[in-house]
């Protein structure tokens, strides 16, 4: 073994610092293993520690701030769960409370009265004073000779951690004890001309400064790099498993624009295509007359026409012989799928049926019969339709509607449904921007639908605060009189779900006293599904006119009768879910309504997002404007297990531009180097087998 790798390869138990006890401790926390992943443990952010603020000049909004000063007296408050350790700290220019929640013994020994300390976090208003929860602190004693960081690098920590006294700066002195025995430089896996082309430093370099440099602009060349090469993998991966993926995968030939689609398309569409339709349509029967198999992604805004799409591809798939399925997260979006889709194509004689669970005995023989003797030739229905009672005669096209709603292993029971894999459609109305798509969904092609059918009316968008409520009730009033519908919808976020569901029936009351004339429904996630189904079935047929509900509706219901929805709170609501929203109005031919209603004090940012709301109806512009805002991290709940290889220090959000760029190198070598005998691309390739070694459970279903 080269005596690099063999030093990376070191256990951290024997680095100076460690020992077994911090070495288990790291190891479980913050999976550091070796003194390589030591050395790849990056710092989340760098703080400038060079100023020390007084207390009289703090002001709300500040971030983190360093002080001096002095404890004056330290009380304990509370009982249980709820038992604080509250400090009172001055500089002599003022008073700020300093407070420690989840007190141990050992906390209570830490600190003391009447000796001076070095105080950093973040001064939070309370009441009269300023409150800094959880503060780091050393004693002044110890700091008041050591230099000022401009560039602190800070790590990940927990509260494990934090017990066992293995703070930020003890992790970068464990770093800087290893970086001093490197026996060489690290190895670089990238050839010059990348380097070059790029404008990246050395991974040598970038890992030096990313712990230990003091400029500015070094750090940040550091994280460019460090980014750029996490991303340039998962790109180089993905690409070479797609490419390897449509050479494995053999597909069903559909050679054959036949009777079905033509007459269809001739003389029972309901409306005519979009270009974008037409485009996506092209795409996709360019994928299935290619002999392999399809995997594609479709994207379209709410009420793009992705369903008209998908019916068309299904009739590709019977004039060349096969039968079609389309699966939907719920019963509800099944239902009104098969509604649809059979009431178009019923000029055509063609045997649609449903399957869900509520499709139950006789009934439910006949469809999987019908279904094993190839006379049922499309199927719409939820999970249903994995289940191993389900047998095709030959299927050869699977829909799959709001795709992320389903588990890697519940799309996979569908690839055992022929001798071949099916071919793919996945549909979602979440925009996402291309690139990130690309790498979020893995091996799919994508496509976009990026216009909406003519003659649809824009839905309006208004922005009324809790003071102008009436406003907002004598629209509800002047629509429900019209024989329309109305939302109301309350967020629900799982830490709160107790009070949020205290809101949500708060709501219900307040509604149903403003609406007396009217019959109001509800229906929430903590509700038996047979309950919820039945409560959508209501609004769905007018029995009820107005439903409040939590965000359980966001995907797929369609009651076209339905002109209003009204977010409550709507700042607790990040764009692309607004968007998802108001997407379930104006779905009929009349003039709809989205009403965000938030309180009336708002922060300069939360009104700015309502604005974009109200001016912009494009899902993918908020869609990047909610990311602007949000910053980096997940996507709509799109975690990054679903990844190659985990992203220790790029975003898939953040670092969308990067990303590109990464792609794009990657296809270049990729191209250039397809079977990996270049001399000067063979670091990479070992480097691409070390991370798949390290991450093994990357699946093939996407």
């Not at 603020?53 to 769960?81: A, F």
């Not at 830490?495 to 149903?512: F, I, P, S, T």
Request: glycine share 6%; with cysteine.
């Amino acid at each position: 073994m080269p005596v690099m790798t063999s030093y990376l390869d070191q256990d951290i138990t024997y680095l100076k610092g460690v020992g077994p006890n911090r070495a288990k401790l790291l190891n479980a926390e913050l999976g550091i293993r070796t003194i390589g992943d030591l050395l790849h443990t990056y710092p989340f952010r760098h703080e400038d520690r060079t100023k020390i603020h007084r207390i009289c000049d703090l002001t709300e909004g500040m971030q983190n701030i360093q002080l001096r000063g002095r404890i004056v007296s330290l009380t304990k408050q509370g009982e249980g769960p709820k038992r604080r350790l509250v400090a009172s700290f001055t500089d002599g220019t003022g008073y700020v409370q300093l407070v420690w929640f989840r007190v141990s013994k050992h906390l209570e020994m830490m600190y003391k009265v009447d000796v001076d300390y070095q105080v950093f976090g973040e001064p939070k208003p309370f009441g009269h004073y300023f409150s800094i929860a959880h503060p780091e602190m050393e004693e002044l004693a110890k700091v008041i000779n050591r230099p000022l960081l401009r560039m602190q690098p800070v790590y990940h920590s927990t509260d494990r951690l934090d017990r066992a006294k293995i703070t930020s700066k003890l992790i970068n002195e464990l770093v800087a004890n290893a970086f001093e025995k490197l026996p060489m430089a690290l190895p670089e896996v990238f050839p010059p001309t990348l380097l070059q082309k790029h404008h990246l430093v050395s991974h040598h370099q970038a890992i030096r400064d990313i712990h230990f440099s003091q400029n500015a602009q070094a750090v940040t060349d550091a994280k460019h790099r460090l980014k750029f090469e996490e991303l340039f993998f998962l790109q180089l991966s993905i690409l070479q498993y797609n490419r390897q993926r449509k050479v494995d995968y053999e597909g069903w030939p559909f050679p054959r624009v036949g009777r079905l689609f033509n007459d269809f398309y001739a003389h029972h569409l309901p409306f005519s295509l979009t270009e974008a339709q037409k485009r996506v349509i092209k795409e996709v029967h360019a994928d299935l007359r290619s002999g392999r198999q399809m995997n594609r992604l479709l994207q379209g805004d709410v009420g793009s026409g992705k369903t008209m799409v998908a019916t068309l591809v299904a009739l590709l798939a019977l004039d060349n012989g096969f039968q079609a399925c389309i699966m939907a997260p719920t019963e509800i979006l099944a239902e009104q799928h098969y509604k649809g889709i059979s009431a178009q194509l019923e000029p055509l004689g063609l045997r649609v049926e449903l399957l869900t669970g509520t499709v139950k005995g006789k009934r439910r023989k006949a469809v999987l019969e019908g279904i094993a003797r190839g006379e049922v030739q499309i199927v719409v229905g939820t999970h249903a339709l994995i289940e191993p009672t389900v047998a095709f005669l030959n299927l050869g096209l699977v829909v799959i509607d709001e795709q992320h709603r389903f588990g890697v292993k519940q799309r996979a029971a569908l690839w055992a449904k022929n001798t071949r894999p099916p071919h793919i459609l996945v549909m979602t109305a979440t925009p996402i921007p291309r690139t990130l798509a690309m790498t979020v969904y893995g091996d799919l092609d994508v496509s976009v639908i990026d216009q909406l059918p003519p003659g649809r009316k824009p839905i309006e968008t208004r922005h009324y605060r809790t003071s102008q409520r009436h406003l907002l009730h004598q629209l509800i009033d002047a629509e429900l009189r019209k024989g329309r519908q109305a939302y109301f919808v309350y967020p629900l976020i799982d830490e709160n779900e107790k009070l949020d569901l205290l809101a949500l029936e708060q709501g219900y009351e307040a509604v149903r006293e403003a609406f007396p004339e009217w019959k109001v429904g509800r229906v929430h996630g903590k509700m038996k599904p047979i309950e919820k189904e039945e409560a959508m079935r209501e609004f769905s047929t007018y029995e009820t006119q107005i439903l409040v509900s939590t965000t359980v509706i966001e995907v797929g219901v369609n009651v076209p009768n339905a002109s209003v929805m009204v977010v409550e709170n709507a700042e607790r609501f990040g764009l692309a879910q607004l968007h998802q929203l108001r997407g379930r109005v104006g779905r009929g031919a009349e003039q709809s309504y989205c009403i965000l209603v938030t309180k009336d004090n708002l922060a300069e940012t939360t009104r700015q997002r309502m604005e974009i709301m109200v001016e912009m109806t494009d899902g993918f512009v908020i869609a990047e404007a909610d990311m602007k805002f949000r910053g980096p991290g997940d996507l709509e709940g799109t975690a990054q297990s679903g990844l190659p290889f985990d992203l220790k220090i790029a975003h898939l959000v953040g670092d969308t531009a990067l990303m590109a760029e990464a792609r794009e190198a990657a296809a270049r070598i990729l191209e250039t180097d397809a079977t990996r005998q270049t001399p000067q691309y063979a670091p990479i390739w070992r480097e691409l087998n070390r991370l798949r070694q390290e991450q093994q459970n990357y699946s093939s279903i996407s």
